[in-house]
Nanobody
Framework: QAQLVESGGGLVQSGGSLRLSCAAS????????????MGWFRQAPGKEREIVAA????????YYADFVQGRFTISRDSAKNTVYLQMNSLKPEDTAIYSC????????????WGQGTQVTVSS
């Protein structure tokens, strides 16, 4: 069974910071975490889910959505099977449910999702 569990969300004032964590567990990820491309997505009320950031399997490539504008940093820790999203200079428009994604494969990829963690930024 594959499990992704996010944590670190909460309520923060505009300009504040949060660090999200996503821990991968279960036989699917045991010894295989490094084979997964990891990403953070978010979904605000009434909007479609959008990608926020992603990190490659071997941790050498990162992708950030344009709206991040240098405020967020994605990282992964293979020893802990965990991926992080450090979010600084948060804005009210960053308010959303943030979910972790693990992806493996190209032709027929397998995707795993966490339940999500709420991030609320007050103005």
């Amino acid at each position: 069974q594959a499990q992704l569990v996010e944590s670190g969300g909460g309520l923060v004032q505009s300009g504040g910071s949060l660090r999200l964590s996503c821990a991968a567990s279960g036989p699917t990820f045991q010894g295989m975490f490094d084979n997964y491309r990891m990403g953070w997505f978010r979904q605000a009320p009434g909007k479609e889910r959008e990608i926020v950031a992603a990190v490659s399997r071997n941790n050498d490539q990162r992708y950030y959505a344009d709206f991040v504008q240098g405020r967020f940093t994605i990282s992964r820790d293979s020893a802990k099977n965990t991926v992080y999203l450090q979010m600084n200079s948060l804005k009210p428009e960053d308010t959303a449910i943030y979910s972790c994604n693990a992806k493996i494969g190209v032709i027929s990829p397998s995707n795993y999702w966490g339940q999500g963690t709420q991030v609320t930024v007050s103005s």
